[in-house]
């Protein structure tokens, strides 16, 4: 193998499979990132048997080969080249690579490219097909919600459903649930009902690029695995086996107080107070008024600490039913209006004990539910 490339391009590259290098494994080649040629262009892959990420970069091919490059080594070493164009060139028989960059020579001692796990390759004529900055906010708008309890594996994934022309994708973790619904340009050939782990799908919105780009995901059958294609990038992750609960039940289809409020003050009054919630046990309290006499309703959110002290905001909001004090976890609340893009929100509730859900103003594609915290004295 003999190829150039210019140095930003390569760093970029490998900081996008980096995240799947293997960090503990018995497998040394696992620590490797594969660097191959490939139609034209370079491609460099790791995996750690449960993620795989493959990018493709612009190069000039003088011989076609392979080899897998240590990880770490081969990472820092190209972030600190200058921006210029790097050679390598691959002895074979040693499988030693050579590095030259400006004034630096360097040779990496390598695994060969046959012990490294081979990459499914998807048949993209069996793909659906989304928009990526579409299918980016998906991801923004479920992936927090999934639980971190690796007790309960299905709970740390995400649901995803397509059927006909729509596709749903949920999380929930025991204490709240996202659920985001979108539309297909065409619709799928069969229903797909997939458990894709929230790790995988947090590094594909972090690896794709924004803009009008296509992703193709295909899931090969039988094969337990979920593939993501776009024409630079590639990820593949194995899906998450068990029956994912139905949640149908816990989304309240029923309200006895309606509040609209801006989504940027709450957030705002959110981030005060889980400043001293924090110290406690995260708990904001929400005290909701409806107005009277024309004047508009308020809210009021406010968070205590022993140790640190109290904050208040009050809110001006558009309140629909009764009063209501209830309280939540301030973090879950940050977190789901951190990713409400409209500039308005609904909190729906019905009494202190039951749960309150968050809709956008104007959209009718995501729903967040949020079980309350026992209030105390």
């Known amino acids: 193998m003999k190829v150039s490339v210019l140095q930003e391009n390569l760093a970029h590259g490998l900081s996008v499979v980096s995240r799947a290098v293997s960090q503990r494994s018995t497998l040394p080649v696992l620590a490797n990132v594969l660097v191959a040629t490939d139609e034209g262009r370079l491609r460099l892959s790791a995996t750690n048997l449960e993620l795989g990420i493959t990018c493709w970069i612009g190069a000039k091919i003088e011989e076609e080969g392979s080899t897998t490059v240590p990880a770490r080594t081969y990472t820092d070493l190209i972030s600190t080249l200058p921006n210029d164009k790097v050679e390598m060139a691959l002895n074979v028989r040693t499988q030693t690579l050579n590095v030259r960059c400006g004034s630096s020579n360097t040779d990496i001692k390598c695994i060969d490219a046959q012990e490294f796990p081979p990459m499914p390759v998807p048949d993209l004529a069996e793909g659906v097909q989304l928009n990526i900055s579409d299918l980016k906010e998906m991801i923004q708008q479920v992936v927090f919600a999934a639980s971190n309890d690796e007790a309960r594996p299905v709970l740390t994934g995400v649901l995803l459903i397509a059927q006909g ?24 050939a069969r229903p797909i009902k997939a458990i894709i782990p929230a790790r995988a799908l947090g590094e594909l919105a972090r690896i794709t690029s924004d803009g009008d780009q296509v992703v193709t995901m295909v899931l090969p059958p039988g094969r337990g695995q979920v593939i993501f294609h776009t024409k630079d990038v590639e990820l593949v992750s194995q899906l998450i086996e068990g029956v994912y609960p139905d949640l149908e039940q816990v989304i309240p289809h029923t309200m006895q107080t309606r509040t609209v409020l801006s989504t940027a003050a709450f957030l705002k009054a959110c981030k005060q107070a889980e400043i001293f919630a924090r110290e406690g046990s995260h708990i904001a309290r929400v005290n909701i008024t409806p107005g009277g006499d024309m004047q508009p309703g308020s809210v009021e959110i406010s968070g205590q600490s022993e140790e640190t002290g109290f904050n208040q905001t009050m809110i001006d909001a558009n309140v629909e039913g009764q009063t209501i004090l209830i309280a939540f976890n301030v973090r879950f609340l940050r977190e789901a209006l951190d990713v409400i893009k409209t500039p308005n929100v609904v909190l729906e509730t019905n009494i202190d004990t039951t749960p309150g859900v968050l809709r956008p103003v104007g959209e009718d594609n995501f729903l967040h539910v949020i079980m309350p915290m026992h209030l105390g004295s």
């Open 165 to 188: 022309n729509q596709i749903t994708m949920q999380a929930a973790d025991g204490f709240r649930l996202s659920v985001r619904k979108a539309e297909l340009s065409s619709p799928v």
